[in-house]
């Protein structure tokens, strides 16, 4: 089973096991529509030849979409996606390839104040981070292809009409990956990405 697959899988099980409770109720699920500010940490341990923090992956604006079901007028799970995004990879300022990284995230989420005008939120969850098309040095560098980690957010969203929100939003996830050798496999240096993503956006809530 691919990874976009367990996480839909896991999404659609805690549905069908809440469901029946909210049958009655109007209105549990939430599309949004974000572009968000991905802005790396970018921490890179020391090694030989190359200092700490030496290695950088790009910042930049992507498109986000999420969607959200409420387990009560509180409670609520969100599953975040996009579209594959390259970045490019410099070391010391000097750029040395690209790869691309595919980060559906699931948060569960607590509303402060639901059915008001504003409704502030935070939440927590897991990011899986798939790495691929990794071109580094000219292949001579490698990249781990997946990355766990933990996933925080905080939230409002502002209701402008029957139905409908404007959304902001501040998550922070951490991804890591391992710089390696691409022929042997043998560890260079280890990378922590860790972005902070700023987003704005339109909810929809039906």
């Not at 007028?73 to 969100?78: G, R, S, T, V």
């Not at 402060?112 to 292949?139: E, H, M, R």
Request: charged share 15%; with cysteine; net charge neutral.
């Amino acid at each position: 089973m691919s990874a976009m697959k367990l996480l839909s899988s896991i999404t659609l099980l805690a549905v069908a096991l809440v469901a029946p409770g909210l049958r009655a109720q109007e209105g549990p699920w939430m599309v949004r529509l974000r572009a968000v500010s991905l802005n790396p940490a970018n921490k890179s341990d020391a090694v030989t030849g190359i200092p700490a923090d030496a290695i950088h992956v790009s910042s930049k604006v992507i498109p986000e979409i999420d969607f959200s079901y409420f387990f009560s007028p509180n409670l609520a799970a969100e599953l975040v996606l996009t579209v594959p995004q390259e970045h490019d990879v410099t070391l010391a300022g000097t750029k040395i390839g690209t790869f691309k990284q595919l980060p559906p995230t699931l948060l569960g989420q607590w509303h402060f104040l639901p059915g008001q005008t504003v409704n502030p939120y935070v939440g927590l969850g897991l990011n899986l981070t798939l790495i691929s098309d990794v071109k580094l040095a000219n292949g001579a560098l490698d990249l781990d292809k997946t990355s766990v980690g933990l996933a925080a957010q905080a939230g409002v969203d502002f209701q402008v009409a029957k139905n409908c929100f404007i959304n902001v939003d501040v998550k922070y996830v951490q991804i890591h990956s391992d710089v390696k050798v691409a022929a042997t496999g043998a560890k260079v240096t280890s990378v922590k990405v860790d972005p902070m993503l700023y987003g704005v956006g339109i909810g929809y809530r039906f």
